[in-house]
Each structure stands twice: as structure tokens, then as C-alpha cells.
């Protein structure tokens, strides 16, 4: 089985490019959460879907960020228009249910340079 | 809200020493509660987690943390300290119920190992 994938590991853009992150969930799996973690700091929650929905974006900033989990195909986080202050790493995790116990299996995330 | 505090940046042992790692939450009733190993350019592992129950939790690797209601706190702690077991160290906390899934994280603890 494998585990969590994301891509890219990888990703550099200039100010103002759009930023596509992908993450696969675990097979089986239909509960995806998305982290950031700035240089020097822990995982900050972003937000939470399960497939088709949006069930807790409390962590994502109002503007230029976006997430999606469609029925078919991986979990997207998107960011336009990218800013220096983007630059992190990314992480997603996926859980088969979204229960608070339920263990979260983290991919190798992304790391984004914004020059 | 939840919160999570790791006082310790940086701790240092030599192999072979015993670590104690210090976590310190606020959540209004017993919590579901984590650590995490990431190792450099890589995304988090689990190591064990706390429910309920045994208030002494085993993990994996030789690690086993503590959890102490009353000083609020779930340390992590190793007899012996191998050089494989430099990397960072994160605590979480997770809620209960359901849409539940989504943890708070402390901002980590480095660890590095003396030869």
C-alpha cells in the first residue's frame, strides 16, 4: 500500500505565479488535511476535505489560497499569485475517517521558493 | 482552543544517554495527543499517540512518552540514544468527536546526538 504522495517535492516561482501542489491520499483513504510549516516553526493546519467537500478551511489565509479534493484524481492546494511570505513547506496527511483518534499519514510534502 | 508549547529548540545528547523531550498542552478535557519524528527534508512519522487508558504509551523506535493530567503534559522519552535518532521533534494535539482530525503542533524540538 502505498503511502501519501506529493508533488512536487520541488517547486519554485516567481512572485506572482501560480503555485499547484498535489497530494494523493492513501488508497482507502478519503479524509485529506493540508499543513504548512514555515522555516524554524511547526505544521500549521490549513484546512480539511473530504472528497467533493470542504469541511474546514479555518486555517487558510482569505485570499489567493485555494483547495479542492475532487471525486476523481488528487487533492489540489493552490496559490496564485505567490508571494515571498509563501515559501514553506507543505504537507499533506491523509486518515480513513475523521475521527480525532484516527492516526494521520503524512506525505513527504513540498517545498515551495517563491524568488 | 488547543494549544501546544514545546519549551525546549534544541536539545543535545550524547549516544547513548537517556532524552527526555518536553510537551505542554491546553485542550479542556483529556485530549488525543502525538509525537512525531522528521528527519531532515522529509515528512513526519508517527511515533505513538495517547487516547486513553495506560497513561504510560510505547512507541516505536524505543521511545514511550508519558501522559500527566495534572501537570498537563506528555513527554517523550528514549533510555538510550542512538545518532539515528537526531532529527525534529514535534507534540500534537488532536480533538475529539467528529471532523475532529485536524492537530495542533508544537514548533518542535531539535535534537542532536553527540558521537
Known amino acids: 500500500n502505498a503511502g501519501v504522495m506529493q508533488n512536487p517535492r520541488h517547486l519554485v516561482r516567481r512572485r506572482g505565479q501560480e503555485a499547484r501542489l498535489r497530494c494523493s491520499p492513501m488508497k482507502g483513504h478519503s479524509h485529506v488535511y493540508w499543513y504548512r510549516q514555515l522555516p524554524e516553526e511547526g505544521l500549521k493546519f490549513m484546512v480539511y476535505?473530504?472528497?467533493?467537500?470542504?469541511?474546514?478551511e479555518s486555517g487558510m489565509p482569505k485570499e489567493r489560497f485555494s483547495a479542492e479534493f475532487p471525486k476523481e484524481g488528487p487533492s489540489i492546494l493552490r496559490i496564485q499569485q505567490v508571494v515571498r511570505g509563501d515559501s514553506a513547506a507543505y504537507f499533506c496527511a491523509s486518515s480513513p475517517s475523521d475521527r480525532g483518534e484516527e492516526t494521520q499519514y503524512f506525505g513527504p510534502g513540498t517545498r515551495l521558493l517563491v524568488l | 482552543a488547543q494549544s501546544v508549547t514545546q519549551p525546549d529548540i534544541h536539545i543535545t545528547v550524547s549516544e547513548g544517554a537517556s532524552l527526555e523531550l518536553r510537551c505542554n498542552y491546553s485542550y479542556g478535557a483529556t485530549p488525543y495527543l502525538f509525537w512525531y519524528v522528521q528527519s531532515p527534508g522529509q515528512g513526519l512519522q508517527l511515533l505513538l499517540k495517547?487516547?486513553?487508558?495506560?497513561?504510560l504509551v510505547q512507541g516505536i523506535k524505543g521511545f514511550e512518552a508519558e501522559f500527566k493530567r495534572s501537570q498537563s503534559s506528555f513527554n517523550l522519552r528514549k533510555p538510550s540514544v542512538h545518532w539515528s535518532d537526531a532529527a525534529e521533534y514535534f507534540c500534537?494535539?488532536?480533538?475529539?468527536?467528529?471532523?475532529?482530525?485536524?492537530?495542533?503542533f508544537g514548533d518542535g524540538t531539535t535534537l542532536t546526538v553527540k558521537p
Open positions: 495517547y487516547f486513553s487508558g495506560d497513561t
Open positions: 476535505l473530504q472528497k467533493e467537500n470542504i469541511i474546514d
Open positions: 500534537a494535539v488532536g480533538a475529539k468527536g467528529n471532523n475532529a482530525g485536524k492537530s495542533t
